[in-house]
């Protein structure tokens, strides 16, 4: 079971009418890696991501978290099963809390049903308690402790999409998927945020697949690059050779 | 965190006691005027049908229009009951609530079910139809009476009226504060916020959409009942589209998801024309400027910046208060 990849594609592909957004991707993404999707925009990364979790269904191709297919599943089942995501544009609860935020991630974890709820029966304190004591835990990983009861609308960028990564990590995933997270981040923010990213995988053993623009980030914390260009694979592997490669070069700086 | 939680639950009670005790002492005395005792009742089933209705529009974040067919289903279902059982008036009042309350919710689920995929302008559309479509069919099925409706429900005084509606709505208030307080609640405002990314933390956002509906169209059931039993009859006319507008007028103008601006603005919205019945030409007009004035308001930032201030100081109020308290043990 050691050698199964947590992520193996094989040969994705999406079309819209005529349009090959993604076409015939394939990776592999070890246990505890941090793997890098980068290319030049329009490339295909973000629908990718939506690929793999069930926001659109692949029309070529499989995919196993873990050795176990979910081609075709949907969002919630795909959740479910360890795949967490954050968004290019975040995407917070933004009326909620910053603790409800997080214990809406925390929310399949537990089991009392309506009625518990309503009736505010023992399981509900139990497991209400229990879900705050991990929402906070979590909060205080990504510096957040002291926000919990801001509206996450009103939380400064940076600290947002920290957010919405403590958000996706309730849901105890397997593998999380970062869309962008540096993005619209100044050189210090990206800087802690690198080191975020890195200590959540230390801490959770996480293995973690991201998008990025900011080729400092990526060769900072990715061990593997795929580069994507007009939603084929340009190139793919260690992050350095990646970057040197003349091909990716071209596509980002054209000839 | 617990201490204080159940210091606020005592002032709670409390002030629900001393509200209930309050107007009970005007009721029974005769203070109140006769044509105001049964405003109380009204006030009571609108609040109900207000603070269910806040849980559709204000909390998940969809637009229904066609909350009168579940407070229907709920009066005909109960008052239908309550003609036919013959049981004393307590215990039928109690069970008709119950079987109100169980029908309307199982129509939620059902029209829930039928209106799944669809959002916004469309949904309030179909959930118009809806509303029209129940009162419809109510004037065909056989024993409800046609157009004529039901007559000769079982009835309130005046006092009973008003302990039972109360209840009613504490009731009411009690399962919505829990309920939103608790992980489906907060569930269900996440989908309103961002339904997408609700998606993407695992939640099944039709089941939460099934259960809203049906957890709202209990309450409104169960104020249809305390309705026939105020009015002592019911008619397929008592449940227009006129009174799902009115109702929702009551949401947006207290606020959507405070349940405390739903009471609120219930109360208002009943209380205002009666009051001003002896401007009775002008009634219509100060209705409509005084609804008007509330929300613009409601929506201007000074105004809001102006409630905080003086809530700011009510409470300091309050503390000083507890402070000298303290000071005395």
Known sequence: ?255 | MKIKFNRKMIGSVIAAIAIYAVIAILILTGILPRSMQSLVVKISYYVVLALSLNLIVGFLGDLSLGHAAFYAVGAYAGCAFALYSGLPLIPNFIISLLIGGISAAIIGFLISCAILKLRGDYLAIVTLAFGEFIRSIVKIIPGLGGTKGLTGVPSFDRFEGFTFGYAVVIIVIIILCNFTNSRHGRTITAIRDNAIAAESVGINIKRYKVLVFTVSSFMAGMAGVLFGFYKTSVEPADFTYNVSIEVLVMVVLGGMGSLKGSVIAAIIIVALPELLREAAAYRMLIYAIALITMMMLNSSPKFAALKAKALDRLYSVRESITAVFKRAK
């Open chain 1, 1 to 255: 079971m050691s050698n199964t990849p947590m992520l193996k594609v094989e040969n994705l592909g999406i079309t819209f009418g005529g349009l090959k957004a993604v076409d015939n991707l394939s990776l592999s993404i070890e246990k505890r890696e941090l793997y890098g999707l980068i290319g030049p925009n329009g490339a295909g990364k973000t629908t990718v991501f939506n690929l793999l979790t069930g926001v659109y269904k692949p029309t070529t191709g499989t995919f196993c978290l873990d050795g176990e297919e979910l081609t075709g599943k949907n969002s919630v089942e795909i959740n479910r099963r360890g795949i967490a995501r954050t968004f290019q544009n975040i995407r917070l609860f933004g009326q909620m809390s910053v603790l409800d935020n997080v214990k809406v991630g925390l929310s399949n974890s537990a089991h009392y049903n309506v009625f518990e709820g309503i009736l505010r029966l023992p399981r509900y304190h139990r497991e209400e308690t229990e879900m705050n004591e991990r929402a906070m835990s979590l909060l205080s990983v990504f510096g957040l402790d002291g926000e919990y009861a801001y509206k996450a609308s009103n939380l400064p960028y940076g600290k947002q999409r920290k957010l919405e990564i403590a958000r996706a990590m309730a849901t105890s995933p397997k593998l999380l998927l970062l869309d962008e997270p540096a993005a619209g981040m100044n050189p210090n923010e990206t800087a802690e945020l690198m080191e975020t990213i890195r200590f959540v995988r230390e801490k959770f053993d996480m293995t973690i697949l991201l998008i990025e623009h900011d080729m400092k980030l990526v060769s900072g914390i990715c061990e593997n690059v795929t580069v994507l260009n007009f939603g084929t694979v340009l190139a793919s592997g260690k992050t350095d050779k990646v970057l040197d490669n003349p091909k990716v070069i071209t596509a980002y700086l054209g000839e």
